[in-house]
Protein backbone atom coordinates (compact mmCIF):
# COMPACT_ATOMS: atom_id res chain seq x y z
CA UNK A 1 0.00 0.00 0.00
CA UNK A 2 0.86 3.52 -0.99
CA UNK A 3 1.42 6.45 1.79
CA UNK A 4 0.78 9.98 0.58
CA UNK A 5 3.76 11.99 2.38
CA UNK A 6 3.19 15.93 1.66
CA UNK A 7 6.01 17.16 -0.22
CA UNK A 8 4.94 20.96 -0.52
CA UNK A 9 2.65 23.57 1.28
CA UNK A 10 1.88 27.03 0.34
CA UNK A 11 0.08 29.59 1.98
CA UNK A 12 -2.89 31.29 -0.51
CA UNK A 13 -2.50 35.18 -0.42
CA UNK A 14 -6.52 34.19 -1.31
CA UNK A 15 -7.25 32.36 1.78
CA UNK A 16 -11.20 33.28 2.54
CA UNK A 17 -13.20 30.47 1.37
CA UNK A 18 -10.88 28.40 -0.58
CA UNK A 19 -13.61 25.68 -1.47
CA UNK A 20 -12.74 24.08 -5.04
CA UNK A 21 -9.67 23.27 -7.13
CA UNK A 22 -9.05 21.74 -10.56
CA UNK A 23 -5.95 21.03 -12.51
CA UNK A 24 -5.36 21.48 -16.33
CA UNK A 25 -5.68 19.04 -18.52
CA UNK A 26 -1.78 18.87 -19.36
CA UNK A 27 -1.28 19.25 -15.97
CA UNK A 28 0.54 22.45 -16.37
CA UNK A 29 -1.61 24.78 -13.88
CA UNK A 30 -3.59 24.08 -10.61
CA UNK A 31 -6.71 26.74 -10.30
CA UNK A 32 -8.25 27.25 -6.39
CA UNK A 33 -11.28 29.28 -6.34
CA UNK A 34 -12.15 31.29 -3.08
CA UNK A 35 -14.90 33.79 -1.93
CA UNK A 36 -13.32 36.32 -4.23
CA UNK A 37 -10.28 34.98 -6.48
CA UNK A 38 -9.48 32.43 -8.62
CA UNK A 39 -5.67 31.43 -8.15
CA UNK A 40 -3.42 29.69 -10.48
CA UNK A 41 -0.24 27.82 -8.97
CA UNK A 42 2.26 25.79 -11.28
CA UNK A 43 2.34 22.45 -9.89
CA UNK A 44 6.02 22.14 -9.52
CA UNK A 45 6.52 24.48 -7.10
CA UNK A 46 3.31 25.47 -5.28
CA UNK A 47 3.86 29.46 -6.73
CA UNK A 48 0.93 31.56 -7.44
CA UNK A 49 1.79 32.56 -11.41
CA UNK A 50 -2.00 34.49 -11.75
CA UNK A 51 -4.55 35.37 -9.37
CA UNK A 52 -7.96 37.02 -11.07
CA UNK A 53 -11.20 38.40 -9.08
CA UNK A 54 -14.37 36.28 -9.88
CA UNK A 55 -16.88 38.19 -11.88
CA UNK A 56 -19.10 37.61 -9.04
CA UNK A 57 -17.01 39.08 -6.19
CA UNK A 58 -19.99 38.41 -3.67
CA UNK A 59 -20.74 34.78 -4.13
CA UNK A 60 -17.57 32.72 -3.94
CA UNK A 61 -16.10 30.43 -6.56
CA UNK A 62 -17.58 26.97 -6.02
CA UNK A 63 -16.48 25.26 -8.83
CA UNK A 64 -13.64 25.01 -11.64
CA UNK A 65 -12.99 22.52 -14.70
CA UNK A 66 -11.36 22.71 -17.63
CA UNK A 67 -12.20 22.62 -21.27
CA UNK A 68 -8.88 23.23 -23.13
CA UNK A 69 -7.78 27.00 -22.77
CA UNK A 70 -11.27 27.52 -21.23
CA UNK A 71 -11.78 27.84 -17.48
CA UNK A 72 -14.93 27.08 -16.18
CA UNK A 73 -15.96 29.05 -13.18
CA UNK A 74 -19.29 27.92 -10.97
CA UNK A 75 -20.69 30.75 -8.81
CA UNK A 76 -22.69 30.60 -5.21
CA UNK A 77 -24.71 32.78 -7.03
CA UNK A 78 -26.03 30.50 -9.60
CA UNK A 79 -24.12 31.88 -12.44
CA UNK A 80 -21.50 29.81 -14.83
CA UNK A 81 -18.84 31.64 -16.23
CA UNK A 82 -15.99 31.06 -18.63
CA UNK A 83 -12.80 32.68 -18.18
CA UNK A 84 -10.53 32.29 -21.55
CA UNK A 85 -6.73 31.84 -20.45
CA UNK A 86 -5.26 32.43 -23.48
CA UNK A 87 -6.99 35.99 -23.81
CA UNK A 88 -7.26 36.40 -19.75
CA UNK A 89 -10.24 37.89 -19.65
CA UNK A 90 -14.08 36.36 -19.10
CA UNK A 91 -15.81 35.94 -22.27
CA UNK A 92 -17.87 38.39 -22.88
CA UNK A 93 -21.46 38.99 -24.61
CA UNK A 94 -23.38 41.90 -26.70
CA UNK A 95 -26.77 40.05 -27.02
CA UNK A 96 -29.25 41.88 -24.61
CA UNK A 97 -28.65 46.44 -25.37
CA UNK A 98 -25.09 45.50 -27.86
CA UNK A 99 -23.49 46.81 -24.61
CA UNK A 100 -20.42 44.05 -23.33
CA UNK A 101 -21.13 42.05 -20.45
CA UNK A 102 -19.41 39.02 -18.83
CA UNK A 103 -21.21 36.30 -20.27
CA UNK A 104 -23.37 34.12 -17.59
CA UNK A 105 -25.69 31.06 -17.99
CA UNK A 106 -27.65 31.07 -14.96
CA UNK A 107 -29.17 27.74 -13.14
CA UNK A 108 -32.75 27.76 -12.48
CA UNK A 109 -35.40 26.86 -9.45
CA UNK A 110 -34.54 23.19 -8.93
CA UNK A 111 -35.59 21.56 -6.06
CA UNK A 112 -36.11 23.32 -2.11
CA UNK A 113 -37.38 21.87 0.51
CA UNK A 114 -40.06 24.09 2.28
CA UNK A 115 -39.40 22.78 5.49
CA UNK A 116 -39.16 24.04 9.22
CA UNK A 117 -35.97 25.71 8.59
CA UNK A 118 -37.04 27.39 5.56
CA UNK A 119 -40.63 28.67 7.15
CA UNK A 120 -38.71 30.01 10.44
CA UNK A 121 -35.64 31.50 8.86
CA UNK A 122 -35.97 31.54 4.90
CA UNK A 123 -39.36 32.36 4.06
CA UNK A 124 -40.52 33.97 1.06
CA UNK A 125 -36.77 34.79 0.22
CA UNK A 126 -35.11 33.93 -2.79
CA UNK A 127 -32.15 32.25 -3.37
CA UNK A 128 -30.05 30.33 -6.54
CA UNK A 129 -28.95 27.29 -6.13
CA UNK A 130 -25.27 27.67 -6.09
CA UNK A 131 -23.29 25.45 -8.74
CA UNK A 132 -21.12 23.14 -6.49
CA UNK A 133 -19.80 20.91 -9.45
CA UNK A 134 -19.87 20.70 -13.16
CA UNK A 135 -17.98 18.85 -15.85
CA UNK A 136 -17.74 18.62 -19.60
CA UNK A 137 -18.76 15.62 -21.47
CA UNK A 138 -15.87 12.82 -23.56
CA UNK A 139 -17.01 15.22 -26.52
CA UNK A 140 -16.92 18.73 -24.60
CA UNK A 141 -20.55 19.55 -26.49
CA UNK A 142 -22.76 19.27 -23.34
CA UNK A 143 -21.67 20.93 -19.73
CA UNK A 144 -23.29 19.21 -16.57
CA UNK A 145 -24.05 21.29 -13.73
CA UNK A 146 -25.09 20.33 -9.88
CA UNK A 147 -25.85 22.50 -7.33
CA UNK A 148 -28.21 23.68 -4.39
CA UNK A 149 -29.20 26.78 -2.14
CA UNK A 150 -26.21 28.45 -0.49
CA UNK A 151 -27.22 29.01 2.59
CA UNK A 152 -26.47 26.42 5.19
CA UNK A 153 -29.75 25.15 6.71
CA UNK A 154 -31.24 24.82 3.49
CA UNK A 155 -32.46 21.39 1.72
CA UNK A 156 -32.50 21.26 -2.13
CA UNK A 157 -30.70 20.56 -5.34
CA UNK A 158 -30.22 21.45 -9.01
CA UNK A 159 -29.06 19.70 -12.19
CA UNK A 160 -28.96 20.40 -15.48
CA UNK A 161 -27.65 19.56 -19.05
CA UNK A 162 -26.19 22.65 -20.73
CA UNK A 163 -25.29 22.20 -25.09
Known amino acids: MHRFEKSFTQRLDQCEENVCMSLSEDSSVYVIGSQSHITFLDPRILK ?4 ISSAERDSGVRSLSFNNEL ?7 GAILFYDIRNKKYLQCG ?7 TLRLRTG ?3 LSKDEM ?3 YFFNECFPN ?3 THCYNNTRTKLFTAGGPLPSGLTGNYAAVWQ
Open 71 to 77: LTVGTGN
Open 109 to 111: EGW
Open 48 to 51: SVCV
Open 118 to 120: YVE
Open 95 to 101: CCSGEQT
Open 130 to 132: SVY
